[in-house]
């Protein structure tokens, strides 16, 4: 089983900061797997935003490109998503997920919630304008 839990979310204000985590952690755990953060407003489905891969490839969704920074610390089985410069639209509960990774055309790709087997519970992120 793989178990992982976020942190870091709250409220900030339009161009404000967060740090996200995800600490990973069960016996089947192990750094080959593909992480990834995705997040879920209501009324909406549930997207990817970052995802990276075992080999330290990255993939983001267009709307965070330039403001979101995926990274993994594999020494303390934790993921992070940096993000910088938050607008409104960026409000959404933000979840963390393991999978064994998605290629297309030979490029890792975040790919959909179905690519994924472990979710967080997940954190509330609020940007308010």
């Known amino acids: 089983q793989v178990q992982l839990v976020e942190s870091g979310g709250g409220s900030v204000q339009a161009g404000g900061s967060l740090r996200l985590s995800c600490q990973a952690s069960?016996?089947?755990?192990?750094?080959?797997?593909?992480m990834a953060w995705f997040r879920q407003a209501p009324g909406k489905e549930r997207e990817g935003v970052a995802a990276i891969d075992s080999d330290g490839s990255t993939s983001y969704a267009d709307s965070v490109k330039g403001r979101f920074t995926i990274s993994i610390d594999n020494a303390k089985n934790t993921l992070y998503l940096q993000m910088n410069s938050l607008k409104p639209e960026d409000t959404a509960m933000y979840y963390c997920?393991?999978?064994?990774?998605?290629?297309?055309?030979?490029?890792?790709?975040?790919?959909?919630?179905?690519?994924?087997?472990?979710w967080g519970p997940g954190t509330q992120v609020t940007v308010s304008a």
């Open positions: 997920a393991a999978g064994a990774g998605v290629y297309r055309d030979y490029r890792f790709d975040i790919g959909s919630e179905g690519d994924y087997g472990y």
């Open positions: 069960g016996n089947d755990y192990n750094s080959a797997y593909s």
